[in-house]
């Protein structure tokens, strides 16, 4: 699906539009087919990101089934047109079975449609099961550390980072160049391990609630 744009538009009514109750006329043999939104979520930044929504399909009469519900993926983007003299926000609207990049999807979501359509579906139910497992694992992680250790990285260009805050959470680099650090970005097996080898010095003393918290970390990491 391509993008769909509305001059004069708002994020609310793009959602709005995305979400309402639709009913379509009757089937030859009367039944009257019908789509409901159970929960709806935004997540991005105040001008793109993508809206997250359950789907109940169903019939008029007949009992609602959860093998009937899906979930949408659509990608929201605000764009201000200088040759039209107005802005407006616009939509891709997909759905789980195509398989989308964007995995920050509530694992919830996931638990109420129980129905996985194809391979597509299977591989991106994956990829946010291991997306959220790595944001937990990574605020585990930097629940560990203080200001002034290092915080590995995966993923992306930077190695690591030197802790400079946990709230909001920030790092610096080698350079001297400030990042915002994403939980899905920690490495949380090599920062505890290098957390560790600094805790071995002479003066460490590691107790078994630490040793125990450590190995839940990573356990969550190879999940």
């Keep these: ?21 639709e009913e379509w006329a009757p089937r030859e043999d009367g039944k009257i087919r019908y789509r409901r939104t159970l929960t709806k979520q935004y997540k991005g930044a105040p001008w793109k990101g993508t809206l997250y929504v359950v789907y109940q399909d169903g019939f008029k009469g007949e009992p609602e089934k959860p093998e009937d519900r899906w979930i949408g993926v ?3 983007n605000y764009w201000n047109s200088k040759r039209d003299g107005c802005g407006g926000w616009g939509y891709k609207d997909m759905c789980a079975s195509m398989g989308p990049c964007e995995v920050n999807c509530p694992l919830k979501y996931l638990e109420m ?10 591989g991106w139910r994956d990829a946010v099961k291991k997306y959220h497992a790595r944001q937990r694992a990574g605020t585990a992680a930097i629940q ?22 946990k709230r909001p959470l920030r790092g610096r680099d080698s350079t001297g160049y400030m990042y915002r650090i994403p939980r899905r970005l920690i490495d949380a097996e090599k920062t505890l391990a290098a957390l560790d080898e600094a805790l071995k010095g002479p003066k460490a003393v590691i107790g078994t609630d630490d040793k125990q918290k450590r190995a839940e970390i990573l356990a969550q990491t190879a999940k």
Excluded: F, N
Excluded at 1 to 21: C, F, Y
Excluded at 114 to 121: A, D, F, L, S
Excluded at 145 to 164: A, F, M, N, P, W
């Design 144 to 165: 560990k550390l203080k200001v002034g250790e290092t915080v590995y990285l995966q993923g992306c260009k930077i190695d690591s980072v030197t802790l400079t805050s």
């Design 74 to 76: 659509h990608l929201l």
């Design 1 to 21: 699906m391509g993008w769909t744009w509305i001059p004069g538009s708002t994020r609310k009514s793009v959602i709005a539009e995305l979400t309402d109750p």
């Design 113 to 122: 449609c129980p129905k996985i359509e194809g391979e597509w579906e299977a």
